[in-house]
C-alpha cells in the first residue's frame, strides 16, 4: 500500500466501553509497533511486532490493553473497560526488517480516542 | 519513559531564518532520529543519525550528534511557513534486541510567513 492507514480515525467512546482500533502496515513490513500520544505529552511505545515471533508487550500500560497481528498484516489494538485516561491518539508504525536499528518507521495518520 | 527532551518547547521565527532544536537523552544509543508532526497526528521520519556519525545534512536540514554529551540539534535553514509543526527527536537504545523509539515532547515551531 501507500502508507501505512489506521481506522478509525476519530473513536469517541464512553467509560467502561470496549474499543478495537486497528492499522494496515505498508505491504512487506514485517515490524508493526503501536505508541500513544497523550494530550502535552511525548509519545509512548505500548508494543512490538515483528514477523512470526512473541509480540514485545513490555510498553501496555494495563492488562486492559492488548493487541494481535493477524497474517502478520493486519493488527488491531483493543481496549477493554475504557477509562478518561485511555484518552489519546493511537499511532501505528511500521518498518522493514527488524530489529530495524537503523531503519525508519512509517506511521500513520493515528486514531483519535476520546473516552467521555 | 520519556528519554529525549527537547528545547525549547516552543519556538517562534520569522520565514526565512534558520530554526534549531536540540534534544538531550540519557542512556546509550544506536542512533537518534528526528521527526515532524503536523497537527498531532501522524509523524513523518526527517532524518537519522547514527551513534558513530557526529553530523547529517538532508536538504535544509542539518542534524548534529555529541554523544559525550547524549545531546542532538536539529537546524532548518532558510524557514518557511510550511515547516510549521512539531518536532521530535526520538532514540533506539544500544544493546541486543533495541527497536522502539523513545521520544521525547518535542518543539512546537512556529514560522511566520
Known amino acids: 500500500g501507500a502508507g501505512v492507514s489506521q481506522s478509525p480515525s476519530n473513536k469517541v467512546t464512553e467509560k467502561g466501553k470496549d474499543v478495537e482500533l486497528r492499522c494496515d502496515p505498508i505491504s512487506g513490513h514485517t515490524a508493526l509497533y503501536w505508541y500513544r500520544q497523550s494530550l502535552g505529552q511525548g509519545l509512548e511505545f505500548l508494543i512490538y511486532?515483528?514477523?512470526?515471533?512473541?509480540?514485545?508487550k513490555s510498553g501496555l500500560p494495563s492488562d486492559r490493553f492488548s493487541a494481535e497481528r493477524t497474517g502478520g498484516s493486519v493488527s488491531t489494538l483493543t481496549i477493554q473497560r475504557t477509562q478518561q485516561e485511555d484518552s489519546a491518539v493511537y499511532l501505528c508504525?511500521?518498518?522493514?526488517?527488524?530489529?530495524?536499528?537503523?531503519?525508519?518507521?512509517?506511521f500513520g495518520p493515528g486514531t483519535r480516542l476520546t473516552v467521555l | 519513559s520519556q528519554q529525549g527532551e527537547e528545547d525549547p518547547q516552543a519556538l517562534s521565527i520569522q520565514e526565512g531564518e534558520n530554526a534549531t532544536m536540540n534534544c538531550s537523552y540519557k542512556?546509550?544509543?544506536?542512533?537518534l532520529q528526528w521527526y515532524r508532526q503536523n497537527s498531532g497526528r501522524g509523524l513523518v521520519h526527517l532524518i537519522l543519525?547514527?551513534?558513530?556519525?557526529r553530523e547529517k545534512h538532508s536538504g535544509r536540514l542539518r542534524v548534529t550528534l555529541d554523544t559525550s554529551k547524549k545531546s542532538s540539534s536539529l537546524l532548518i535553514t532558510a524557514s518557511r511557513a510550511a515547516d510549521t509543526a512539531s518536532y521530535f527527536c526520538a532514540t533506539v537504545n544500544s544493546g541486543a534486541g533495541s527497536y522502539q523509539l523513545t521520544f521525547g515532547k518535542g518543539t512546537k515551531l512556529s514560522v511566520i510567513p
Open positions: 543519525i547514527r551513534s558513530n556519525e
Open positions: 508504525a511500521s518498518s522493514l526488517v527488524a530489529p530495524v536499528s537503523y531503519n525508519e518507521q512509517f
Open positions: 542512556t546509550s544509543i544506536n542512533n
Open positions: 511486532f515483528q514477523g512470526n515471533s512473541a509480540p514485545d
